[in-house]
């Protein structure tokens, strides 16, 4: 069973760092690009980095400079960075799989993580 | 930048009705292009990918279709647990933009 877990969020005031864990299971992880998706409070959704399984990165234009993907293929873990943190990054953060089977398509996701950049 | 524009805003519909969405992207996409359901609390649930292809588990109910830069969700008979927010997400380049939303909501 494909499983991914996250942990990592909390309450953090602007300018500050923390950082985001998706621990996955149930499938070969290395083979596979990951990415994390965010919903502002009474937002949409909105696609924040992806990382392949060779490790090439990509980045929205909102978090790059500021936030790192990354990932740990011997311990089957997603992580997100994210420094210099702004109000407006105040969101729901979701890590996702792609599809073994798609160009286009997340087939699993995260439970989602709650960032709140206050003071 | 690729922009999608979904179609309508908001959709009221009642169960047994049939629901069909739209996307628009800014430029062609190819057949790149995903559609997901939302529910309050939950992560998203992708429906098709590579703009026509039911995900696994999904119902028969749900279709996708187009190319290019027009796409469209079908949802054939409106169950009480369709009632969400859709959105399409591109993937024709590294970003992975998605549409701004359509709520789909019981009349």
């Known amino acids: 069973e494909v499983q991914l877990v996250q942990s990592g969020g909390g309450l953090v005031q602007p300018g500050g760092s923390l950082r985001l864990t998706c621990a996955t299971s149930g499938f070969t992880f290395s083979h596979y690009a990951l990415n994390w998706v965010r919903q502002a409070p009474g937002k949409g959704l909105e696609w924040v980095a992806d990382?392949?399984?060779?490790?090439?990165?990509f980045y929205s234009d909102s978090v790059k400079g500021r936030f790192i993907i990354s990932r740990d293929n011997s311990n089957n873990t997603l992580y997100l960075q994210m420094n210099s943190l702004r109000a407006e990054d105040t969101a729901v953060y979701y890590c996702?799989?792609?599809?073994?089977?798609?160009?286009?398509?997340?087939?699993?996701w995260g439970q989602g993580t709650l960032v709140t950049v206050s003071s | 930048e690729i922009v999608l524009t979904q179609s309508p805003g908001t959709l009221s519909l009642s169960p047994g009705d049939r629901a069909t969405l739209s996307c628009r992207a800014s430029q062609s996409v190819s057949t790149f292009l995903a559609w997901y359901q939302h529910k309050p609390g939950q992560a998203p649930r992708l429906l098709i990918y590579d703009a026509s292809n039911r995900a696994t588990d999904i119902p028969a109910r749900f279709s996708g279709s187009g190319s290019g830069t027009d796409f469209t969700l079908t949802i054939s008979s409106l169950e009480p647990e369709d009632f969400a927010v859709y959105y399409c997400?591109?993937?024709?380049?590294?970003?992975?933009?998605f549409g701004q939303g359509t709520k789909l909501e019981i009349k």
């Open positions: 996702a799989k792609a599809s073994v089977v798609a160009v286009a398509g997340s087939d699993f």
């Open positions: 990382i392949s399984g060779g490790g090439r990165t």
């Open positions: 997400q591109q993937r024709s380049n590294w970003r992975g933009t």
